[in-house]
């Protein structure tokens, strides 16, 4: 099975920090997506990435940004959190084969005070 | 582009009694449909999708879902529950020309109680 890690599933971040969130799979995946997850608002898009340092935006991409210099790994930014970004973060990728399943990781939880 | 509305935000229901989740989406072209489970503490995986075939889509854990064109509905059902089953459930959507790009539900909740 495909595994998909992300680095911390808990953090805690004071406004104006820089913050990092990373997320590992073990397989060779093109597609990678990082959503934020709210009550009451399902799953939003933040950013996804196709290949090594292609990217795309997605539906929410303000505030964030995104790195893939590997292809087994992708990164999350917050140049400077704010308490609108306390949510919860999951990574996912997608195989290629046409099978358009997304395999997600467990989650980040981001506090921002 | 598609979108998609979960009917209810939260279902209480019995052990052993069915749960029925309403779906309904948006898509003025063809879509390919999935429910998605995330039980508390964990990510999301996959519980059934549609990708064309028969309407009729049977998923892990005993769930299954009937895609309604004509209704644009795509709703999951399970005719007997655990309390296992207790998590949320995300409908989701993507046209099948872009399919890398989901559009999900709200969530909803089910809790199961003995």
């Known amino acids: 099975d495909v595994k998909v890690t992300q680095s911390s599933r808990y953090l805690v971040k004071r406004t104006g920090e820089k913050v990092f969130l990373e997320c590992v799979q073990d397989?060779?995946?093109?597609?990678m997506f990082w959503y934020r997850q709210d009550p009451g608002l399902g799953l939003r898009l933040i950013y996804f990435?196709?290949?090594?340092?292609?990217?795309e935006k997605g539906d929410i991409p303000e505030g964030y940004s995104v790195s893939r210099e590997k292809k087994e790994r992708f990164s999350l930014i917050l140049e400077s959190a704010s308490t609108n970004q306390t949510s919860m973060y999951l990574c996912?990728?997608?195989?290629?084969?046409?099978?358009?399943?997304?395999?997600f990781g467990a989650g980040s939880r981001l506090t921002v005070l | 582009a598609q979108s998609v509305t979960q009917l209810d935000s939260q279902v209480p229901v019995f052990e052993e009694a069915p749960v029925e989740l309403r779906c309904n989406y948006s898509?003025?072209?063809?879509?390919?449909l999935f429910w998605y489970v995330q039980y508390p503490n964990q990510g999301l995986q996959l519980l059934l999708k549609y990708l064309s075939g028969s309407t009729l889509v049977k998923g892990i854990n005993g769930f299954e879902a009937e895609f309604n064109k004509s209704q644009t509905s795509f709703h999951l059902r399970k005719p007997s529950v655990h309390i296992s089953d207790t998590a949320e459930y995300f409908c989701?959507?993507?046209?099948?020309?872009?399919?890398?790009?989901?559009?999900f539900g709200a969530g909803t909740t089910v809790t199961v109680r003995a």
């Open positions: 397989m060779d995946h093109e597609n």
């Open positions: 898509s003025s072209v063809s879509v390919y």
């Open positions: 996912a990728i997608q195989r290629g084969n046409g099978a358009n399943v997304l395999t």
């Open positions: 990435s196709y290949d090594v340092k292609m990217k």
């Open positions: 989701a959507v993507s046209e099948s020309s872009n399919d890398y790009k989901l559009s």
